[in-house]
Nanobody, 125 residues
Framework: QVQLVESGGGLVQAGDSLRLSCSAS????????MAWFRQAPGKEREFVSA????????DYADSVKDRFTISRDNAKSTVYLQMNSLKPEDTAVYYC??????????????????WGRGTQVTVSS
Protein backbone atom coordinates (compact mmCIF):
# COMPACT_ATOMS: atom_id res chain seq x y z
CA GLN A 1 0.00 0.00 0.00
CA VAL A 2 1.20 3.51 -0.86
CA GLN A 3 -0.18 6.71 0.60
CA LEU A 4 0.31 9.92 -1.36
CA VAL A 5 -0.25 13.42 0.00
CA GLU A 6 -0.04 16.49 -2.22
CA SER A 7 0.72 20.01 -1.05
CA GLY A 8 1.70 23.38 -2.42
CA GLY A 9 -1.42 24.40 -4.29
CA GLY A 10 -2.95 27.82 -3.99
CA LEU A 11 -4.29 30.93 -5.69
CA VAL A 12 -1.84 32.78 -7.92
CA GLN A 13 -1.91 35.26 -10.77
CA ALA A 14 -1.12 34.49 -14.38
CA GLY A 15 2.63 34.39 -14.91
CA ASP A 16 3.39 33.32 -11.34
CA SER A 17 5.02 30.09 -10.22
CA LEU A 18 4.11 27.32 -7.80
CA ARG A 19 5.83 24.16 -6.68
CA LEU A 20 3.71 21.17 -5.83
CA SER A 21 5.01 18.39 -3.64
CA CYS A 22 3.79 14.85 -3.20
CA SER A 23 4.99 12.93 -0.19
CA ALA A 24 4.76 9.15 -0.29
CA SER A 25 4.69 6.60 2.47
CA UNK A 26 4.40 2.87 2.47
CA UNK A 27 6.35 0.65 0.13
CA UNK A 28 9.65 1.63 -1.43
CA UNK A 29 9.18 4.94 -3.20
CA UNK A 30 12.03 4.38 -5.61
CA UNK A 31 10.26 1.32 -7.04
CA UNK A 32 7.50 3.39 -8.60
CA UNK A 33 7.01 5.56 -11.60
CA MET A 34 5.44 8.80 -10.42
CA ALA A 35 3.12 11.15 -12.25
CA TRP A 36 1.00 14.25 -11.97
CA PHE A 37 -2.49 14.55 -13.42
CA ARG A 38 -4.99 17.36 -13.20
CA GLN A 39 -8.73 17.75 -13.46
CA ALA A 40 -10.57 20.97 -14.14
CA PRO A 41 -14.28 21.38 -13.36
CA GLY A 42 -16.41 19.59 -15.92
CA LYS A 43 -13.42 17.99 -17.62
CA GLU A 44 -11.77 14.60 -17.55
CA ARG A 45 -8.60 13.97 -15.63
CA GLU A 46 -5.62 14.68 -17.86
CA PHE A 47 -1.98 13.75 -17.82
CA VAL A 48 0.50 16.46 -16.88
CA SER A 49 3.87 14.80 -16.35
CA ALA A 50 5.62 11.60 -15.31
CA UNK A 51 9.06 10.59 -14.08
CA UNK A 52 10.87 7.26 -14.04
CA UNK A 53 12.08 5.56 -10.90
CA UNK A 54 15.57 7.03 -11.08
CA UNK A 55 14.43 10.38 -12.45
CA UNK A 56 16.37 9.83 -15.63
CA UNK A 57 13.32 9.91 -17.87
CA UNK A 58 10.53 12.46 -17.83
CA ASP A 59 7.47 13.08 -19.97
CA TYR A 60 5.17 16.06 -20.29
CA ALA A 61 1.87 16.97 -21.84
CA ASP A 62 2.31 19.38 -24.73
CA SER A 63 0.29 22.00 -22.86
CA VAL A 64 2.85 22.24 -20.05
CA LYS A 65 6.09 21.44 -21.84
CA ASP A 66 8.77 24.10 -21.27
CA ARG A 67 6.78 25.56 -18.35
CA PHE A 68 6.54 22.68 -15.87
CA THR A 69 9.34 20.52 -14.50
CA ILE A 70 8.91 17.24 -12.66
CA SER A 71 11.56 15.93 -10.30
CA ARG A 72 11.89 13.46 -7.46
CA ASP A 73 13.96 12.94 -4.36
CA ASN A 74 13.96 9.24 -3.55
CA ALA A 75 15.71 9.84 -0.24
CA LYS A 76 12.76 12.00 0.83
CA SER A 77 10.11 9.88 -0.92
CA THR A 78 8.84 13.02 -2.60
CA VAL A 79 8.01 14.05 -6.14
CA TYR A 80 7.76 17.67 -7.17
CA LEU A 81 6.12 19.65 -9.92
CA GLN A 82 7.62 23.07 -10.53
CA MET A 83 5.10 25.16 -12.45
CA ASN A 84 6.24 28.38 -14.06
CA SER A 85 4.47 30.92 -16.25
CA LEU A 86 1.12 29.73 -15.00
CA LYS A 87 -1.96 30.39 -17.12
CA PRO A 88 -5.65 30.51 -16.17
CA GLU A 89 -6.14 27.28 -18.11
CA ASP A 90 -3.81 25.55 -15.64
CA THR A 91 -6.52 25.93 -13.01
CA ALA A 92 -7.41 22.46 -11.76
CA VAL A 93 -7.07 19.99 -8.94
CA TYR A 94 -3.65 18.39 -9.28
CA TYR A 95 -3.22 14.75 -8.35
CA CYS A 96 -0.12 12.75 -7.66
CA UNK A 97 -0.07 9.10 -8.75
CA UNK A 98 2.28 6.14 -8.49
CA UNK A 99 2.51 3.07 -10.64
CA UNK A 100 4.73 0.20 -11.74
CA UNK A 101 7.97 0.87 -13.61
CA UNK A 102 6.62 -0.66 -16.82
CA UNK A 103 3.25 -1.15 -18.44
CA UNK A 104 0.89 0.87 -20.56
CA UNK A 105 1.66 4.40 -21.63
CA UNK A 106 2.74 6.84 -18.96
CA UNK A 107 -0.03 9.24 -19.85
CA UNK A 108 -2.84 6.79 -19.12
CA UNK A 109 -4.47 7.04 -15.68
CA UNK A 110 -4.89 3.26 -15.83
CA UNK A 111 -1.12 2.88 -15.48
CA UNK A 112 -1.27 4.08 -11.86
CA UNK A 113 -2.35 2.15 -8.83
CA UNK A 114 -2.27 4.78 -6.13
CA TRP A 115 -3.55 8.33 -6.06
CA GLY A 116 -3.44 11.24 -3.70
CA ARG A 117 -6.47 13.35 -2.82
CA GLY A 118 -5.32 16.32 -4.84
CA THR A 119 -4.37 19.94 -4.29
CA GLN A 120 -6.20 22.89 -5.82
CA VAL A 121 -4.34 25.25 -8.13
CA THR A 122 -6.18 28.39 -9.19
CA VAL A 123 -4.65 30.87 -11.61
CA SER A 124 -6.37 34.22 -11.99
CA SER A 125 -6.04 36.35 -15.10
Amino acid sequence: QVQLVESGGGLVQAGDSLRLSCSASGRTFSSYTMAWFRQAPGKEREFVSAISRSGGYTDYADSVKDRFTISRDNAKSTVYLQMNSLKPEDTAVYYCASGPPSGITLSSPNRYNYWGRGTQVTVSS
